[in-house]
């Protein structure tokens, strides 16, 4: 039996979200389709959107499918940069939070490399935090920001980011957030027309949906300074204009009932999780009295436990954990299969010892005291072996 | 498992024979583009896919380690600077000697395991090292340079076998692999451009050419870019008195020189090996044996002997164009007695 702790990778799909969307792939119906076997497709669709709105405190409108985070993170940062420079050309500048995923970073990087922005990324402080501070001296005046983008929770460390007051911030210079809450959305309330955020991305997989499928939740235009992104795909004119292709009505499906699951659980399962997460960092700490926790020790993804093992190889700590069947993560991208040292980490002003060194586990629905007593178990040996290896 | 037929059939032969096997790719460029792109290289994401499909099949649990910074260091600066100061290395036998059988070895024993298996060509038998039999794909000589203690932890299981039967027995054992194109030339060498690669790193250094005599026959772009024995592009503006062809006899980076002479003038007597490799004890006195002067080279009858830790060897017949740099093999038949790297030679005389 393998013990999972790498539940922000991907978790298990809900039982609630089986069903719907395997009930919903024996279905016939195209929702743009006038007919009405297309009617009954739709009314999948637009039920599941309001679904998602409600969850995640946005109106229905404001739902736009996708095909998951990755492409919401695309459509919210280079549509809306090419909406607000084609608006006013003297918006160029981009900024970004230095601990933002790839989906993002590499979008914004993108867009300087080949759409002439300039890219600001927002400095962190040790535990991963953009602080309102530091966004408005990024900005400036704000009038030749495009847009700002800072995601609601680390994917990496677990650190939840004061997103209502960044959107703030940026606001009062009339500038758009956007938001990347693919692993808060899992664990956290969410709620959009609260945050202030004008894009918010939310994706299927990582709170119990099926993987390939997602959403970009985006507020009313409201010119100036909220405009509907220029769509990266065109064709028929789906969702709002912004987003063409054929929706994906079982995928949807199971997306809605994994949503509309997690969130009728939330406040059980957040005390739950923290209490198992709490339970591990004590037992990795027991065994391993010199690990360093990463991130805000308190402000963090209930499920979320990042720590630097010094001595250690990231890399050999997870093959010997996955070799006694615990699977984990180093959190940190790869090219053939090689971690690169964490820019998250890097940015929080690690050492690169602790950047090689770390480990994350996340916990998740399925997460159960046996998960955590096996890691407790193999932790400390497998972080001597390791260190012995010690660093290549 | 380099993501080639080899190392794959290697590592499915050692988890049959009931072996706890974990496949490892070695990541040897940190910017996979760096070094080689498309098929058959050290380190593509190509490679690294076809290696990961190959532990799929076979069952085995697999992972990408970055011996990158290791493998720049040992290999790749050591290849440069080597040429830099007029030698010609082998840098898969230096692979072996730093990497392979050192940086992954080390590594893999820190974590628990007990040896290291690949794909080459050779038979290993209670520290003896013979042979593959497979003559045209033996590569017992870029082996004999790791130690005793090295081969301790080495398992190479296709040392028995054909490499046509390889490729046979991949295909049966379903690896997509089976007829992936051998690997060739060096593997950090993206075009085969040994030269481009080491003007890049090494600059130009224009010099002259001589004959044996100093006279100036010619101009070089960088007297590290020749080969002892080298014919080829040598770009000669005056020809040989007698008109016959010219091969490089020596290459002095000191002065920038290389010189060039006739055929019979790279026949080679005595060879003098430093930093010699026994496989087991070096015997007292001279003795007879066979040695091998590059990899897939010709063998030649000798008399070898060690002498305050050097090498001496006589060869019972003159050998043409031998490259400082190089190493030459011991071997008694087909088993491996020792490994030295050439420091010196001495030619025969007019």
Redesign the interface.
């Known amino acids: 039996m393998v013990t999972y702790l790498d539940h922000a990778a991907t978790t298990p799909m809900l039982p609630e979200a089986v069903e719907a969307m395997t009930a919903e792939l024996r279905e016939l119906g195209n929702p743009s389709s006038l007919h009405a076997v297309g009617r009954r497709a739709r009314r999948v669709v637009e039920e599941s959107r309001e679904i998602i709105a409600e969850a995640f405190g946005a109106r229905p409108s404001e739902v736009v499918f996708t095909s998951g985070g990755t492409e919401a993170d695309n459509l919210a940062v280079k549509g809306i940069y090419w909406a607000r420079r084609a608006a006013d050309p003297s918006r160029v500048r981009v900024l970004a939070g230095a601990v933002e995923h790839h989906a993002v970073l590499d979008a914004v990087q993108w867009l300087a490399d080949h759409e002439g922005a300039k890219v600001d990324l927002v400095p962190v402080d040790e535990q991963g935090r953009v602080t309102p501070d530091a966004l408005r001296e990024a900005l400036g005046s704000g009038d030749d920001v495009a847009l700002t983008t800072v995601m609601w929770a680390n994917n990496e460390v677990g650190t939840v980011q004061p997103v209502a007051d960044l959107a703030d911030a940026a606001r009062e210079r009339g500038v758009p957030l956007h938001t990347d809450a693919v692993q808060a959305a899992a664990q956290l309330p969410i709620g959009f027309a609260a945050s202030g955020a004008q894009a918010l991305t939310v994706t299927g997989h990582k709170l119990g949906g099926p993987i390939g499928v997602g959403a970009l939740l985006l507020a009313k235009p409201k010119p100036p300074v909220f405009l509907d992104p220029v769509p990266l795909l065109h064709g028929g004119g789906q969702e709002r204009d912004v987003r063409s292709g054929t929706l994906d009505t079982p995928a949807i499906a199971g997306f809605a009932a994994a949503v509309q699951a997690t969130v009728a659980r939330r406040e059980a399962e957040t005390s739950r999780l923290t209490e198992l997460r709490d339970r591990l960092i004590g037992a990795v700490r027991a065994a391993v009295p010199e690990a360093v926790l990463n991130g805000d020790p308190a402000d963090r993804l209930p499920g979320n436990a990042h720590f630097s093992f010094p001595g250690c190889e990231g ?2 700590l997870l ?2 954990l ?2 006694r069947g615990i699977a984990c993560s180093t959190g940190s991208a790869c ?5 690169q040292p964490s820019h998250v980490l890097i940015a929080m002003d690690a050492s690169p010892e602790r950047a090689r060194g770390s480990l994350r586990f996340t916990l998740g629905h399925t997460t159960t005291e046996a998960d955590v007593k096996a890691l407790a178990d193999a932790i400390g040996p497998v972080v001597e ?2 260190r ?3 660093l ?1 | 498992m380099s993501g080639g037929v080899d190392s794959a059939v290697a590592a499915a032969r050692a988890a049959e024979a009931g072996h706890d096997v974990t496949g490892v790719h070695m990541a040897l460029s940190s910017n996979p583009q760096s070094y080689r792109t498309g098929a058959r290289g050290c380190c593509t994401l190509e490679d690294s896919r076809d290696a990961r499909r190959a532990a799929d099949v076979i069952g085995i649990p697999f992972y990408v380690w970055d011996l990158a910074e290791r493998f720049h260091h040992d290999v790749v600066e050591d290849f440069v600077s080597e040429y830099a100061a007029g030698r010609t290395p082998n840098p898969c036998l230096r692979c072996n000697e730093k990497i392979k059988f050192a940086a992954l070895l080390d590594r893999g024993m820190a974590l628990g395991f007990d040896a290291v298996c690949t794909g080459h060509y050779a038979q290993l038998d209670g520290g003896v090292l013979r042979r593959g039999v497979d003559e045209g794909k033996d590569q017992s000589y870029v082996l004999a340079v790791c130690t005793p203690e090295q081969l301790a932890h080495a398992l190479f299981p296709l040392g028995d076998t054909s490499k046509a039967d390889i490729r046979r027995e991949a295909e049966r054992r379903g690896l997509q692999v089976a007829d992936k194109p051998d690997s060739h030339d060096i593997c950090f060498i993206a075009d085969g451009d040994t030269r481009g690669f080491l003007a890049e790193r090494l600059g130009s250094a224009p010099g002259p050419i001589v004959d044996a005599d100093g006279n100036e026959v010619g101009e070089h772009d960088g007297a590290y870019a020749y080969t002892i024995g080298q014919r080829k592009g040598l770009r000669l503006g005056t020809p040989a008195p007698d008109g016959r062809p010219r091969y490089v006899l020596d290459i002095s980076p000191v002065t920038n020189t290389v010189t060039v002479g006739p055929r019979e003038s790279l026949d080679v007597q005595e060879i003098t090996g430093e930093r010699p490799v026994w496989l087991g004890e070096a015997p007292d006195g001279p003795f007879g044996c066979q040695v091998q002067l590059r990899a897939h080279g010709e063998v030649y009858d000798c008399t070898a002997e060690q002498v305050d830790g050097e090498l001496r060897i006589r060869l019972a017949t003159p050998a043409r164009g031998v490259a400082t740099g190089q190493a030459a093999v011991l071997y008694q038949g087909d088993r491996v007695l020792a490994s030295s790297t050439i420091a010196d030679t001495t030619r025969v005389p007019a």
């Open positions: 890399d050999a093959m010997l996955d070799a090219s053939a299969g090689v971690s072996r390791a012995r290896a010690g290549t």
